[in-house]
């Protein structure tokens, strides 16, 4: 009895320890361009994970209550047992965001960070021809 709950307990904490689910760090994005968040998990190929997108309120630092987006990912076979996972989005409104993914069991979490900034118009700079006299205007 008192012997096999001690195993359980240290071989139920060992395994847990070595379950993981990492974001990798997002660079800045830009507004109404295509991106991929991904990282890495111990996970099984194939296992569903269940992500959310919350925007970051400015001013206030709070997370916003509406999840933005929701969706499952599959988990992908990688090697050495780390496998990989991603989403790819395309937010339109500039702002800080949160992406939070957690497996199914809600066991493993990871949360990141990430930026929206304003899309860049190219700048162009026009050349006017100069003019040295004004039409339709004379004086004298």
Same mark, same amino acid.
């Not at 240290?10 to 991106?35: C, I, N, W």
């Not at 190929?45 to 997108?53: H, K, N, P, T, V």
């Not at 702002?95 to 066991?107: E, H, K, L, P, R």
């Not at 900034?117 to 021809?129: C, M, N």
């Given at each position: 009895g ?6 359980h ?5 060992s395994?847990?320890a070595?379950?993981?689910?990492g ?10 361009e295509r991106f ?23 001013l206030? /630092?709070?997370?916003t209550? !509406?999840?933005? &987006? @929701?969706?499952?990912? %599959? ?8 496998? *990989? ?14 992406? /939070?993914?957690?497996?199914g !069991?809600?066991? &493993? @979490?990871?949360?990141? %960070?990430?930026t929206?900034?304003?899309k860049?118009?190219? *700048? ?7 003019k040295t006299?004004a ?6």
């Amino acid at each position: 009895g008192y012997t096999a709950g001690i195993f359980h307990l240290m071989t139920h904490d060992s395994f847990k320890a070595l379950v993981f689910l990492g974001a990798a760090p997002v660079s800045d994005q830009y507004a109404d361009e295509r991106f991929t968040i991904a990282g890495t998990t111990s996970l099984a190929a194939g296992e569903e994970l269940r992500y959310s997108i919350f925007a970051l309120l400015p001013l206030t /630092g709070n997370i916003t209550s !509406a999840k933005l &987006v @929701s969706g499952t990912v %599959r988990v992908s076979g990688g090697s050495c047992g780390t496998n *990989t996972w991603s989403v790819d989005g395309l937010i339109q409104v500039p702002g800080d965001y949160f992406i /939070g993914i957690s497996n199914g !069991a809600n066991t &493993v @979490s990871a949360v990141r %960070r990430f930026t929206i900034l304003a899309k860049e118009r190219p *700048t162009t700079a026009a050349t006017l021809p100069e003019k040295t006299t004004a039409p339709g205007i004379t004086t004298g």
